[in-house]
């Protein structure tokens, strides 16, 4: 089955730190750029990251940048996004998509329309105290 599993969301602090797991399942991700979104309740879906799949070019929203960290480990076919520190309103759940034709450079990797491949099915996570 062709799929993408997301793991490592959970419930953390403000100021802690989560890192998000996105591994490929039926086939090899390291020919596909890999993009995360969040989704939080009544608002709409936010790209926030993308990594290519050649030339390790990576992209984030403002709303993210300096935090969050995305990288990939291609022998281990998963693609990885570090969150810290992390604030109450990064509370969503968060998402995997990857795509065999989208960059990273520029904004259109971000757009919750974009056909990507794959999905993943989300993973929750909540920044509270």
């Known amino acids: 089955q062709l799929q993408l599993v997301e793991s490592g969301g959970g419930l953390v602090q403000p100021g802690g730190s989560l890192i998000l797991s996105c591994a490929a399942s039926?086939?090899?991700?390291?020919?596909?750029?890999v993009a995360w979104f969040r989704q939080a309740p009544g608002k709409e879906r936010e790209g926030i990251s993308c990594?290519?799949?050649?030339?390790?070019?990576?992209n984030y929203a403002d709303s993210v940048k300096g935090r969050f960290t995305v990288s990939r480990d291609d022998a281990k076919n998963t693609v990885y996004l570090t969150m810290n520190p992390l604030k109450p309103e990064d509370t969503a759940v968060y998402y995997c998509?990857?795509?065999?034709?989208?960059?990273?450079?520029?904004?259109?990797?971000?757009?919750?329309?974009?056909?990507?491949?794959?999905w993943g099915q989300g993973t929750q996570v909540t920044v509270s105290s």
């Open positions: 998509a990857a795509d065999s034709i989208v960059g990273c450079a520029g904004s259109r990797w971000s757009g919750p329309s974009y056909p990507y491949d794959y």
């Open positions: 039926g086939f090899t991700l390291d020919s596909y750029a």
């Open positions: 990594i290519s799949n050649v030339g390790g070019v990576t």
